[in-house]
């Protein structure tokens, strides 16, 4: 995978480059993650924006560590404090090297990342039904903040959808199946909208994109697999903490906590039991909202977290 050997094979200097990048992604990933893990833990680190930027650092920083490692190392590696490439040779059975088990080990993150995060991003677009939305509704999503020029669009084949799409400050549109209506009541249905008025502002709406291109540069990773999910998870408890507490709501009050809980308890029931990963995701929000995880949307300074992506930045590259 790594090393002259991959030249003598005939592989071309531009794949091997390729090749070599995403392995050292993948290894600072390791890294960083594990050393940024174990300060979390040791700080006491809650559900907040701190640990969404220190997430966010494990998925962008490997990348830019991984490209400037070779310049710093040197071809031979001989100034790297860990050289991997012994590591990969290492024989296993059958005359295989541990570097064909990262291999198979990328393939599958790679895998399961297409079939369960990236072809339903692009491929599952929501069908419109034609039919006309209620007035009542219609006036509650446009009376949100941002929301003004939203468009609502009723859908099928597609049972408790709601979801949003375009960028903020531009015409969003909001598409709702059918079940969405008949299933939740004006409580839980109007804590279901805020949830999704707080996902639609433009700094949210701008680094969940830009996190999921460089997620998509780094399919076979399996540390960004994890890493990406779990931003993902942390930002909805972020909105649903917004959605509750009215930081972005109209004139009328927020709904309860409560009634958010319900209407996740109803998407749970709904939620095929193969996708352990969705309903896992929907039990933690829940367990947020009803108080048994502790959420502090600040709890280091900037200063800290800064100097964590500058040891970073540092150290990484010489691990190769």
Not at 49 to 63: E, F, G, H, Q, S
Not at 148 to 169: F, I, Q
Request: with cysteine; hydrophobic share 50%; proline share 8%.
């Amino acid at each position: 995978m790594i090393g002259d050997p991959l030249l003598e094979d005939g592989v071309l200097p531009g794949t091997l480059a390729g090749a070599t990048w995403l392995w050292r992604v993948a290894l600072h990933s390791f890294v960083a993650g594990t050393a940024l893990y174990a300060w979390s833990r040791r700080l006491e680190l809650p559900a907040g924006r701190t640990r969404r930027l220190l997430l966010a650092a494990v998925l962008l920083v490997p990348m830019a560590t991984a490209a400037a490692g070779p310049a710093l190392v040197g071809e031979g590696g001989d100034a790297a404090w860990l050289d991997s490439r012994r590591l990969l040779a290492l024989p296993l059975a059958f005359g295989l090297q541990v570097a064909d088990l990262v291999v198979a080990a990328g393939v599958v993150t790679a895998a399961i990342a297409l079939v369960q995060e990236i072809l339903p991003a692009f491929l599952e677009r929501p069908r419109r039904s034609g039919d006309p939305i209620p007035l009542w509704l219609g006036r509650e999503v446009r009376s949100l903040p941002g929301w003004e020029r939203c468009t609502v669009h009723l859908v099928v084949g597609r049972p408790l959808l709601v979801a949003t799409g375009g960028p903020p400050r531009g015409r969003p549109h909001l598409h709702l199946s059918p079940d969405v209506l008949t299933r939740l009541s004006r409580d839980e249905l109007a804590a279901v909208l805020r949830h999704e008025n707080a996902h639609h502002t433009p700094r949210r709406w701008w680094a969940l994109h830009l996190l999921f291109a460089a997620r998509l540069l780094q399919l076979a990773n399996p540390v960004a697999l994890w890493v990406f999910r779990r931003y993902t998870l942390e930002l909805e408890l972020a909105c649903d903490r917004d959605a509750v507490a009215g930081r972005r709501a109209a004139a009328e009050p927020p709904p309860t906590a409560k009634a958010l809980a319900r209407a996740l308890l109803t998407v749970y029931e709904g939620t095929d039991r193969r996708d352990v990963a969705g309903r896992e995701a929907l039990r933690r929000r829940v367990d947020a909202l009803l108080g048994r995880v502790r959420f502090e949307d600040r709890s280091l300074p900037p200063e800290s977290l800064a100097a964590a992506v500058v040891v970073l930045l540092l150290a990484l590259p010489w691990i190769v």
